[in-house]
Nanobody
Framework: QVQLVESGGGSVQAGGSLRLSCAAS????????MGWFRQAPGKERAPVAY???????????YFADSVKGRFTISQGNAKNTVNLLMSSLKPEDTAMYYC?????????????????WGQGTQVTVSS
């Protein structure tokens, strides 16, 4: 059973930074899609940033247009971890952030590849 454990999040003022981390365990895939989605009240869950990686090599990164240039995603030093560094945060970034992962079918990631989800961690940005 794949498990995702999230850490980080919290409250920050606009312009500040936060870091989210996600550690995955229990999977044996050689190639994985892993990253973050978010859901604000009254809105659908949407992708924020994710990677397609094989071992320690990251082959593909996706960023939502709204976070490009402000957020970075990377594989952590610990195996099967992904970090999301969020900078220049805006009030509209306020949402519940969910780590998601799944087996990648090829060199990119599709929404349907994300089979496993974390519990979510709240990010609140005040103006």
């Amino acid at each position: 059973q794949v498990q995702l454990v999230e850490s980080g999040g919290g409250s920050v003022q606009a312009g500040g930074s936060l870091r989210l981390s996600c550690a995955a365990s229990g999977y044996t895939y050689s190639r994985i899609c892993m990253g973050w989605f978010r859901q604000a009240p009254g809105k659908e869950r949407a992708p924020v940033a994710y990677i397609n990686s094989e071992g320690s090599r990251t082959d593909y990164k996706y960023f939502a247009d709204s976070v490009k240039g402000r957020f970075t995603i990377s594989q952590g030093n610990a195996k099967n971890t992904v970090n999301l560094l969020m900078s220049s945060l805006k009030p509209e970034d306020t949402a519940m952030y969910y780590c998601a992962a799944g087996q990648a079918r090829d060199g990119v990631c599709y929404r349907s590849d994300f089979d496993y989800w974390g519990q979510g961690t709240q990010v609140t940005v005040s103006s």
